[in-house]
């Protein structure tokens, strides 16, 4: 073999010392390009992820660019991470597939750095880049209509955002909010739930799933609110770029800014002691020493 070049023979190289077990390249890396391959190794150092991507690029048949931005939205860390009910509701295979099928959180970067205040804002943002959206949704999801109209008896109810599962062979219902989470959210999806089934659900279909996004949850309070609930329901953050953030347990423990102040503050006093005494009391001193000379008439030069 001739005419390599001095960066392809790098990174042949890289790509040995990287999967140095025959039968793993001979798996889901022999099924994907080399410029896939080249990807994982430029933006990715642990070999799991890297296998991860590559397990997902020959499942989802993501191109190269799709495989770039998946790897930056870390879609490894929030895939599978919604918190629901889907263990306890659905039977095993269903349960599992429909857990990998939602993450947490979702992430509409497409809407851009300003923050919609009303769901109706980032509904119709979302729909006007739908592709985009159902992109960051997940393979699977087809989108059937948003502001669906439920007749329940004389009542009429809306659906945020309507779409059909054709992995699940489910109808997903998506409830959106623009404010943190409130247990009250749960019990209004539910009822569209029961709705959807009733209304549009055919015979082939299997039991409608809620999936609630929000912008922000307290993991316990989401987790008594769907105890009890015998409908499939998830609930997952949503944002418009990914923050590092610490674990609620963490959070607490951590001093605050003013308690880290203080701290510097009486550490430098200690390293200083002198400037301890620089204030108000050498003024104190002046002035006993003023009276100290007016009681025996002699006043200061």
């Known amino acids: 073999m001739t005419g390599l070049s001095p960066r392809n023979l790098k990174y042949m190289r890289a790509f040995a010392e990287a999967w140095p077990d025959r039968a793993i390249v001979q798996e889901a890396l022999a099924q994907i390009t080399w410029y896939h391959n080249l990807t994982l190794l430029e ?8 296998l991860w991507y590559a397990e997902k690029t020959v499942e989802n048949g993501w191109s190269r660019n799709i495989l770039a931005m998946q790897i930056s939205a870390q879609l490894h860390r929030r895939s599978g991470r919604a918190l629901s009910n889907f263990q306890e509701v659905l039977p095993p295979p269903d349960s599992d597939l429909a857990t990998q099928a939602f993450k947490d959180p979702y992430l ?25 959206l159902l992109l960051e949704l997940g393979q699977g999801f087809a989108f059937v209509g948003r502001q669906m109209t439920l007749e329940v008896g004389d009542d009429d109810f809306f659906i945020d955002l309507l779409f059909y599962h054709y992995r699940l062979r489910r109808f997903v219902v998506v409830e959106l909010k623009a404010v943190p989470f409130d247990p009250a959210f749960l019990g209004k999806l539910n009822l569209y739930l029961s709705a959807v089934d009733d209304l ?4 082939d279909d299997r039991p409608t799933i809620g999936l609630l996004l929000c912008r922000g949850k307290k993991h316990l309070a989401v987790e008594y609110a769907l105890r009890g609930m015998t409908q499939p329901l998830g609930v997952a953050d949503w944002e418009t770029k990914l923050v590092d953030k610490l674990p609620e347990s963490l959070a607490g423990s951590l001093p605050t800014v003013e308690q880290i102040e203080a701290e510097l503050n009486a550490t430098e006093i200690e390293k200083n002691p002198g400037k301890k005494s ?12 003023k009276t100290k000379n007016k009681r025996t008439g002699n006043e200061p030069s």
């Open 278 to 289: 620089s204030g108000k009391k050498p003024a104190k001193r002046k002035a006993a020493k």
């Open 43 to 50: 933006k990715l150092d642990n070999s799991e992820e890297r």
């Open 200 to 203: 549009l659900k055919q015979p």
């Open 108 to 132: 509409f970067d497409f809407l851009g750095t300003a923050d919609p205040r009303r769901e109706r804002e980032v509904e119709q943002a979302l729909i006007e880049q739908v592709e985009k």
